[in-house]
């Protein structure tokens, strides 16, 4: 059997483990919660105003002190809305998979045994060449 096909296969099964489920059913709740969804919107134009006042020629300091303080007070609560934090646990978790995965990748193509790829600890930035941690 062909690798990519093989790869193919694993990212299917990768679709029914239980971080994947649990990030898909996080993203779902949040894309559909309405108030979330307004908060993300008002700070997506809170942003675009500052960043257009700091464009300006002629900047106006008060006022963009005032919209940068406006852009803080939603991404705070944007980031404290609980479907936020609930996504934002579940994508941690499945990035961690996915690192080990990656892990597991970066170690066969070093010519390591990729069946003793132990989850990676921290960080994995997927470089091995600044990494010793994974094999």
Wanted: hydrophobic share 40%; with cysteine; proline share 1%.
């Amino acid at each position: 059997m062909d690798v990519i096909e093989l790869f193919k296969q694993a990212a299917v099964a990768m679709q029914s483990d239980m971080r994947y489920l649990a990030l898909d059913a996080a993203r779902r709740a949040m894309d559909s919660d309405q108030e979330l969804q307004d908060l993300i919107g008002q700070f997506n134009l809170a942003r675009m105003d500052l960043n257009n006042e700091m464009v300006k020629d002629e900047r106006d300091e008060a006022h963009i002190n005032e919209l940068n303080n406006r852009v803080s007070q939603l991404y705070q609560q944007v980031m404290n809305h609980e479907k936020m934090k609930d996504f934002n646990e579940a994508k941690a978790e499945a990035e961690k998979m996915v690192a080990h995965i990656d892990a597991i990748i970066n170690t066969a193509m070093n010519g390591g045994d990729p069946m003793l790829v132990q989850e990676p600890q921290g960080g994995c930035s997927g470089s091995c060449s600044s990494c010793a941690g994974c094999h």
